[in-house]
């Protein structure tokens, strides 16, 4: 089966968007496609998980777990996920499509690389590593195959199907070993068990390879090669290629310790340290290593040989010559001159080797690619540092970079360019724009979290009374809903204060609580002597005016009252206080119940008080009929 075109899902479309156009790679899991979403018109990568896993409910969770894992993921040192899918039998990822190739193709075309290219490749893997372990997340599966190198430099780590929330990481089958034998850290082959520093373990084993262009540790079978994780050390990358220093060793050492504790404890610190490293390798160190390298095993060429190689010493001389020496002589000056020889032959090579690389290399510098991303600020110190001269673009929206990082460079990252010749920065606006959610009505927790998961933050929160907004609900935001921003851009969130309580005092009672309760408010009366002041005149209000309430709210009024005794026996009568106190009808509920009654009459606006003994039916009352203040006592007696 070939990738053009004798795969069964070539030619498919999947979930009705994805037309699969060509299989790209095939991996013990799931094998990968090069696809078209046919909605948005965007070449996009599929990654479908083998039939026979689908129907195993554990790969299928470790499956989606990779969509969750890296869609939280937002850096652009990270290959973006898009969505996760099922389609019938297929289970699927669709993924950020990286034209380019792997770190492993560019290793075996290579060989190995310089310290400075290694330490230059790592930091962008580890920036990436980086920003999963502050998300509590563990890659499990570092190796230069998951590392992806885009046409213009950029360096993408993928394939975070083994990641796994580091607090769920006891989800791992006992015994089940997760991750690639040649990278796995001592702790992972003893128990299984993997954290944020078996990241760092084996991403010093990578670049231990990048350096070397071997593993530290090969054997016949996986299980002897798991066996030296625990119990050899991985040595020096100098013990292989002589000229490395002191201090990239140390990198790999300190990363791939047996005792996680003495590893970098994530890979920000790793970071951290790669980077300090980095900035003080002399420029010209790959070079000088390179023609070190090359030179041990190279000798001089003469011109009497036709150009191949060959070895000089004394006794290839004529004997007109060679002076006369005994043997033990001829025998040491043999072997000297032949080592004179050879060292003015290395000499040479390496005088040569400067004067070339002062005439190519040196004048020139790379553009590296972990400024993409990087503050705008940080990257045009790192250039200028390197003695070239930077430009600022105009801003542009990036789905993958924040507001004020690098978006794109020219020259792209990686590219060569001559020292003294500009590299313009163009720095992201933000990401792209998009609608603003409608949030109104909503709690301000409420409001937070969704606009959150739209990507959002807010901004500036305020307050103001609102006649048709509940009190702590959100009126409005700005940008208004269905409006497009830049999740980059707080959204600013206006909150009601509910409705504004108005100033009664001084109002005549019944006014002022038909007014309360058009606002749709309960209104309680009290009454209160109080001399000097007109009769059912409002003297106290509570809340007080300015006081912002919402509908169903509690209001209370209290009422100047007059003296006013009526006194019928055993029936007490409710007193008007006041000549523009609003009459209502009473409603005559003799032969009711006594609890049908009261509510009958406190919902018509009036006091009920129950006085008699015995029966729960209603035989007189007073007033019976007519009219009585709104808020006055109507009593019942209850009788058999």
């Known amino acids: 089966m070939d990738a053009t075109g004798t795969d069964p899902l070539v030619g498919q479309v999947l979930d009705g968007r994805y037309r699969i156009e060509s299989r790209v790679a095939r991996g013990g899991m799931a094998t990968v496609y090069v696809a078209r979403d046919i ?29 969750k894992a890296a869609a939280a993921l937002s850096h652009p040192n990270v290959v973006a996920v898009y969505d996760q899918r099922t389609d019938g039998e297929h ?28 330490l230059e490749i790592m930091q962008p893997v580890l920036a990436a590593l980086g920003a999963a372990h502050r998300a509590g ?18 360096v993408k780590v993928a394939d975070f199907g083994l990641a796994r929330a580091e607090t769920a990481s006891k989800m791992t089958k006992t015994g089940m070993i997760i991750g690639t034998v040649g990278y796995l850290a001592p702790e992972q082959v003893t128990s299984g068990e993997a954290d944020v520093r078996s990241d760092v373990y084996a991403a010093g084993v990578m670049l231990f390879e990048l350096l070397t262009g071997h593993l530290p540790h090969r054997a016949d079978t996986p299980l002897a090669v798991a066996f030296k994780h625990v119990n050899e050390k991985v040595p020096a990358p100098s013990e292989l290629v002589p000229g490395i220093p002191l201090r990239v060793d140390e990198l790999v050492t300190d990363a791939t310790s047996h005792d996680p504790q003495r590893r970098p404890q994530d890979a920000s610190q790793y970071l951290a340290e790669v980077a300090d490293v980095f900035g003080g390798l002399p420029r010209d160190l790959d070079q000088r ?32 010559l060679r002076p006369e020496r005994t043997r033990s002589d001829r025998a040491i000056g ?31 510098e790379h553009v590296p690619s972990s400024i993409i991303g990087m503050k705008v600020t940080d990257a045009r110190d790192r250039l200028e540092s390197a003695g070239l001269t930077v430009r600022t673009g105009k801003p542009v929206y990036d789905d993958r970079v924040h507001k004020g990082g690098v978006a794109r460079s020219d020259p792209a990252p990686g590219a060569r360019v001559a020292k003294g010749e500009p590299v313009t920065l163009t720095p992201s606006r933000g990401i792209t724009p998009t609608k603003v959610p409608d949030v109104t009505g909503k709690s301000l927790d409420e409001a937070k979290q969704t606009l959150k998961d739209k990507g959002f933050t807010v901004g500036r929160t305020s307050t103001t009374p609102s006649q048709t907004v509940a009190k702590d609900r959100v009126i409005s935001t700005s940008p208004s809903a269905g409006e497009r921003q830049s999740p980059d851009e707080p959204v600013d969130v206006v909150v009601s204060a509910g409705m504004s309580m108005p100033g009664l005092i001084g109002q005549n009672v019944d006014t002022a609580a038909n007014q309360l309760r058009s606002m749709g408010l309960e209104v309680h009366i009290e009454k209160k002597k109080v001399d000097g002041k007109p009769a059912n005149a409002v003297i106290e209000q509570n809340p007080p005016e300015g006081t912002g309430v919402s509908r169903g709210d509690e209001v209370t009024l209290v009422a100047n009252k007059r003296d006013c005794v009526i006194d019928a026996g055993p029936i007490e009568i409710g007193c008007n206080d006041g000549e523009t106190t609003e009459n209502i009808p009473v409603p005559n509920v003799t032969g009711r119940t006594v609890n049908d009654a009261k509510s009958a009459l406190e919902d018509s606006g009036f006091k009920v008080k129950v006085t008699g003994f015995g029966g729960d039916t209603v035989r007189i009352q007073s007033p019976n009929g007519g009219e009585a203040p709104r808020g006055s006592t109507v009593t019942i007696v209850r009788g058999p």
């Open 91 to 118: 289970v699927f990822l669709v993924m950020e499509y990286v034209a380019g190739h792997t770190l492993r193709d560019a290793l075996t075309t290579l060989g190995r690389f310089g310290p400075r290219a290694a």
């Open 334 to 364: 043999a072997l000297t001159g032949r080592y004179v020889l050879v060292a003015i032959g290395v000499i040479a090579a390496v005088a040569l080797g400067w004067a070339v690389w002062y005439q190519t290399s040196g004048q020139y």
């Open 137 to 154: 997340l563990v890659h499990r599966d570092v190796k230069p195959e998951n590392v992806l190198i885009t046409e213009d430099g950029q």
């Open 39 to 67: 909605r948005l018109d965007r070449i996009i990568a599929i990654k479908v998980m083998h039939p026979g896993l689908a129907t195993d409910d554990d790969f299928v969770a470790r499956f989606i777990g990779e969509a």
């Open 289 to 320: 290593i390179e023609d070190g390298s090359r030179n041990a095993t190279s000798v001089l060429e003469t011109p009497a040989t036709g150009g191949h190689t060959e070895v000089l010493d004394a006794g290839t001389l004529p004997a007109d």
